[in-house]
């Protein structure tokens, strides 16, 4: 029971977050496609691609900003940390689910609206990413890994933040300075370092992984499905054992 109010709690406080981000969405798809109809030049185009990057990014920050308030809330009224981690992984999966479908829907009304406007593109991440699967397998199959794709995608980004929040909330100000520095110079000056020491092999087989994660030469988006899974997973883990040991702070 308390796992089902905890649940409720985490879901309910990311609902309206939800509501205003596809507002913000359709509000901004539909305003582009009217000016581009109104105002469009000849050879002028305008769109957006790959809008489920965006909702990634959304989800990411509200991995961020999932912890503290219902931890404490949590602890506050005798609902444990085990019961606390559960409900949040059950709310990730299904906002990822549900976010999912929503994108799946909202590409083929975009890219089916695009058609009608010369002036203006849409393609979904998807189609950007495997152009060449995507001729090769029927419409409804396309739908079933499109979906697949997104929820795997979603919960990696979710997790990621979930983790990082907590990660930072058990922290004290010198470790939180040294990850806010550390991680972006790592990135910044490692593949720098890495060119002047070993002519860039290293940096050259994080692509090359990369590559590999995102489906390599055929494409197989069960390949990069698995990675966000796992992703997810490790992430997920490591934010429990983190938590499991977290006490309430004042501040």
């Known amino acids: 029971m308390k796992i089902k109010t905890a649940f409720r ?6 609902k309206k977050a939800v509501l205003v981000y596809y507002l913000v969405v ?5 305003g582009m496609y ?3 109809l109104l105002v469009g030049n000849e050879g002028t185009m305008s769109g957006n691609n790959a809008f489920e990057m965006i909702t990634a990014i959304f989800l990411f920050i509200c991995g961020l900003c999932a912890f503290k308030e219902s931890f404490g809330m949590a602890i506050q009224n005798g609902v444990s940390r085990k019961s606390l ?12 689910g549900g976010l999912a479908v929503i994108d799946v829907l909202l590409s083929f009304v975009f890219g089916f609206l695009a058609r009608f406007n010369d002036r203006f593109f849409y393609e979904a991440m ?9 001729q ?3 419409t409804v199959q396309k739908v079933f890994e499109m979906l697949l794709f997104n929820i795997a995608l979603y919960l990696a980004a979710s997790a990621v933040g979930y983790f990082i929040t907590i990660l930072y909330y058990r922290l004290n100000t010198a470790g939180k300075i040294a990850v806010s520095i550390g991680v972006p110079a790592l990135f910044i000056i490692g593949p720098s370092v890495d060119f002047s020491l070993t002519g860039g092999t290293i940096t050259q087989r994080v692509l090359d992984l990369i590559a590999y994660a995102m489906g390599g030469p055929n494409e197989n988006v069960y390949i990069t499905i698995g990675v966000a899974v796992a992703i997810c997973a490790l992430f997920s883990l490591c934010a429990w054992l983190l938590m499991r040991r977290a006490v309430v702070k004042d501040s």
């Open 126 to 134: 998807f189609t950007l990413l495997y152009d060449r699967r995507i």
């Open 9 to 14: 709690y985490q879901a309910e406080d990311n």
């Open 85 to 96: 981690f559960v409900s949040r992984l059950a709310v990730m999966g299904a906002i990822s």
């Open 34 to 36: 009217v000016l581009s």
């Open 26 to 30: 359709l509000v901004t798809f539909f």
């Open 136 to 138: 090769e397998i029927g």
